[in-house]
């Protein structure tokens, strides 16, 4: 009973997070179209900028050599490898819905991400010379998107094994930590504007959380069967 209280509880978190997420994303993606938003874009991309030379990011060279290898978390490469050692892990231990869950909030959120950025058509920052090689279009940010997508997805997934509030607590605080890095890097670079980012994380945020309801209906129906069996065996015992 306390495990299913507990679940209902999650999923209505859940639930919040995904609509405030898409409201957010929706907001966000109105004011980008207006042009409503470009001049604070144009003022925080500028601030990250030395005034004297636009080409020179605020602080130390080892900043920005530091920002570059956070950005590299959210690529394609290291995010696929991360699913992919995920995803067969899961399958060798036998935990294959969980596998299911992980491969398909990552797989849909890479679709919905370049979906969306044909959808908008918005051109990469020009304002300021581009630190790192890109070749899409801007909004939203992939690398803040697919970042929430799949560092919350596992953090959560992870989380279940562990039933100690505070751990629980500490590995979705990592999750989150790593996604806000990610796509603050992206600003620092110069290759996205940072409402990209902010609808990135939104809508990353929001797909992750669909995806932990579906899992979560889904594992809680297998799971109530099982207490079902086990309860049935236990009577047929005592009798």
Not at 105 to 111: D, L, Q, W
Not at 214 to 219: H, I, M, S
């Amino acid at each position: 009973m306390m495990r299913r209280a507990r679940g209902e509880i999650a999923a209505l978190a859940a639930l919040a997070v995904a609509a405030l997420g898409l409201l957010t994303f929706a907001e966000v993606a109105d004011e980008m179209a207006e042009g409503d938003s470009h001049v604070i874009d144009q003022q925080i991309l500028l601030a990250l900028r030395s005034p004297a030379d636009p080409s020179d990011p605020i602080g130390p060279g080892w900043v920005e050599l530091g920002v570059s290898d956070v950005t590299a978390l959210g690529g394609y490469i290291v995010l696929t490898f991360l699913v992919v050692s995920v995803v067969v892990y899961l399958l060798v231990i036998g935990k294959w819905r969980n596998a299911v869950m992980v491969s398909g909030a990552s797989v849909s959120g890479v679709f919905l991400s370049e979906l969306l950025k044909v959808q908008f058509g918005r051109p990469r920052p020009e304002l300021v010379p581009q630190l790192a090689e890109v070749h899409s279009l801007s909004f939203p940010s992939g690398h803040a998107m697919l970042s929430a997508v799949i560092y919350l997805t596992l953090g959560a997934l992870l989380a279940r094994f562990h039933k100690r509030k505070r751990e629980r607590a500490l590995i979705m605080v990592y999750a989150v930590l790593v996604t806000m890095m990610v796509g603050a890097s992206r600003v620092y670079l110069g290759v996205h504007w940072p409402t990209d980012v902010l609808a990135g994380w939104a809508l990353g945020a929001a797909w992750a959380a669909v995806w932990w309801l579906v899992a979560w209906r889904f594992l809680r129906d297998r799971q109530e069967t099982e207490d079902d069996i086990r309860e049935t065996d236990a009577n047929i015992m005592h009798k």
